[in-house]
């Protein structure tokens, strides 16, 4: 049932599981969410994927009828796991992983009872470090939502016509998206982080405290989503940030860029110059062994010496993060906060988005993908930087 | 901080809640998931919502910043809920309902070991069954979404040229939706469940399985995003369902309609005209204690009579339900299942879908959202029910 291009790719994450598992004494780990399964078998499916510290994986699948392979294993409902181990003469793991910060209360209380481990650890835990890292194909997959994120990006000018709120622009652009492959669907880690394709804002709405932790607000259409666009009419003097999903493959990349209804004041201009250089000062030093907390240090520094503390990373609610991971989420690890204690390695993948929200004006900085290199980044999202002036 | 026109709409949610925990014997519940916020406050936050079995409610916010009211009281983290419980000469609850089948383990455990509550409950099985029957505001929100949802149906004709694929067909409706007024994001109850804005299904796509407890499945456009359409050319003789969201409100109605590329085979019409006939009788008979089993067994009885078994439902893989409850969440309960219990009651809002899969043609039949009255249903989507030919 794996996909059979990605086989070497898979048994390469296969091994670095089994070597965490060992490195921390597991006997296995089974993982059901869907990232985690779509990480270790290429595809999406329902079921259990149940990986010893040694030997191969066996794939529990509930759904879709028709999967077959090495390993595979048709069950109703998680007790017919243990039946299969014992006709396998597969020993019950005495320790065992589980997605503790991603199950279910009630689903992880079945199967912790069903396989009565004497141990128990966090498989999100262990599997978003991992994922932490990327492989040579997650990275090909990347530089290719990358490219077409950019293209997406050229064609932005286009959808936009004067008079326009911030919504009928918005629809233009995901309907470009669409056009373009986006996926639509993409995938945000953690309890209630609904999110649409990604965000628009437009002068004083990027001022809007949201419930939800991502870098900006927005007041959203409706109480039921409060994030996003709100129906602001796009006129002279406001600046509308454009931060729409690169989900053109699984790997989803991230990007920002500023657009201006006519000119903006001068103080709109230099926030987003001083973004453009943390983004220049952070590409020199985010080598291998860079501390996460240093990126968001090394951005503060240049906030504060350039008097723009006050309106970085929002006004009303200022969020405390520069950055963090992308992956099959778009919220992955390394994250960048002070109190990261994450370390930059060869193979992570990570989105910069120093921001500015300039009341009465909206918000301006930039946000790329960026790939972490033995040599130094590779920037994955190679849009124009600087204003676009819409008009 | 509530929403002020909602306010005596929440009073009859929160006496709701205390009844039902006074019946079951608790002395407090504990919310904290997005779509039980928005229920008990009429909008999304980040926080908590403690609610004791006799008195006002307690809205704990993390986030948004700013919210403001009678019972608003800041926390940063859930252990700051108990100082306040002290503060306010609140005693520490003995019993206390967690949504068990939403919160994520860890999540549970923490507040579980926090009151340390000598009995735990599942608030996500209450509160599922008490947001089964609608309020008054509600049902007018049903109402608005039904009507715009008909009118997006009814321009779904002018979506379509010759030679488009079902991906193209469906980026133009995913357009109109939108410039109608369209929230985008809909949400799922449920581990897993990804789906984007709805799904259309051209030709043989219709028999692909697929991972996810939708009614039909469909191959997607990429093994992540395993559902719905898959790039099939929209040719002569296909039939083409759509079931894209009503999510023009918090409550999404939920409405099927089948399309045709030229003259379809006869046993598609004739599959079609039995999903009418189905939803006919059973419109017939859905009053106020009618069991939701029997919803399923009236289906099954007209399917077997027309000999239609092996198309019901899908062919490969079929689903084991004609309908379900809808609401903020587009699967409530009840569920039509010959395993549910549920019976209906005045102001259940559910939607009914018996569907067919023709091999080489495509699915067929309708659905429809309906509310429950002392006096009947009342359908809450009333776009054109035959196929309608799109050359």
Redesign the interface.
Known sequence: MI?KELVDDLKIKWRNIQREMNQKGFDACLL???VNL?YVS??????YFYLPAAGDPLFFV?????LEGDGVYYVRKPEQILDYLVDLGIEKPRSLL?E??????????RLDKLFAPEKTG?ATAMMRDLRSIKTSWEIEQFRISGRIHTKTYAGIPSCYRSGMTDL?FQ?EI??LM??N?S???F?VFG??M????GSLLAGENAE??????FAL?GAG??????LGANGTLLKEGIAVMIDMAGNY??YTSDMTRVFSVGKLPALAYKAHQVSIEIQQEIEGKALPGFPAADVYRVAEAIVEKAKLASYFMGT??QAKFVGHGIG?QINELPVFTLRSKDVLAEGMVFALEPKFVIPGVGAVGIENSFLVTARGVEKLTCAEENIINLE
Do not use: W
């Not at 809007?208 to 932790?213: K, R």
């Open positions: 996909r059901t969410m869907g779509f290429g595809q999406i499916f329902n079921g509930k759904r879709p009828n028709g589980l503790a910060d991603e199950l279910t209360y009630n689903d992880y209380v966090n009928d629809y995901e309907h669409r056009r492959g996926f639509g669907l995938r309890t209630n609904d999110i649409f394709m809007a405290p949201s419930p939800f932790d607000g259409i409706d109480p039921s989503c409060p493959t699984a009303k609610q099959l």
